[in-house]
């Protein structure tokens, strides 16, 4: 039996509803996503926390007008990232105010590290999974030919599939766009 995990959508209902196990769900859902993302931009572990609390006590403070919560990562994603650059802009400030910085000071700090945020990672990963659950799931044709045009690094040349799949090379072109449109239809119903 496979449990479903509620929406972000049904979390932020519940949250303001004042569902405490709904609020701790939601954060420990985003806590290791919010926190990674000043300490991708050269934080230390204790700025990255004060972003963390300021992030979540904004979402607090902004609950009951969050229009759409189904998108609520991207909202904490952003949130995190002003927050970030804010305190890394005081930091360099010194003590000034951001409109005294030279224009360098207040150029948006790059993030140091290029590679995916943890939970961009984990989502791209449950697609992966979810397309190669759809391309099996198709029947053995279908399968076998979106396995050989898309999953091989150097898909093979059209006379060698017509060869592999036992069809005339003419009908792969067709083929491939039957296969496609069924997949398509997995996808969408999986909400790809």
């Not at 039996?1 to 949250?15: F, G, H, N, R, Y």
């Not at 806590?31 to 904004?58: H, K, M, T, W």
């Not at 990232?81 to 790059?110: M, V």
Request: with cysteine; proline share 6%.
């Amino acid at each position: 039996m496979q449990v479903t995990k509620p929406t972000d959508d049904a979390l932020v209902s519940a949250c303001r509803r004042g569902d405490e196990a709904a609020w701790e769900r939601l954060v420990a859902r985003y806590q290791r996503l919010i926190y990674s993302i000043p300490r991708r931009a050269g934080l230390d572990e204790f700025a990255a926390s004060d972003v963390f609390q300021n992030v979540f006590a904004s979402l607090v403070a902004r609950l009951d007008s969050i229009e759409q919560p189904e998108r609520l990562h991207a909202w904490l994603v952003t949130a995190a990232k002003r927050e970030t650059w804010r305190l890394i802009f005081r930091q360099r400030a010194s003590g000034e105010s951001y409109e005294n910085l030279d224009s360098e000071q207040r150029d948006w700090p790059e993030f140091r590290d290029e590679a995916p945020l943890p939970e961009e990672e984990l989502l791209r990963l449950e697609k992966e999974h979810r397309i190669r659950t759809a391309v099996i799931s198709l029947d053995e044709r279908c399968r076998d030919l979106v396995t050989l045009l898309f999953y091989c690094s150097e898909p093979p040349p059209y006379s060698e599939i017509a060869s592999a799949l036992g069809i005339p090379e003419g009908s792969i072109g067709p083929t491939r766009a039957r296969c496609l449109k069924k997949l398509m239809r997995l996808l969408k119903d999986e909400g790809i």
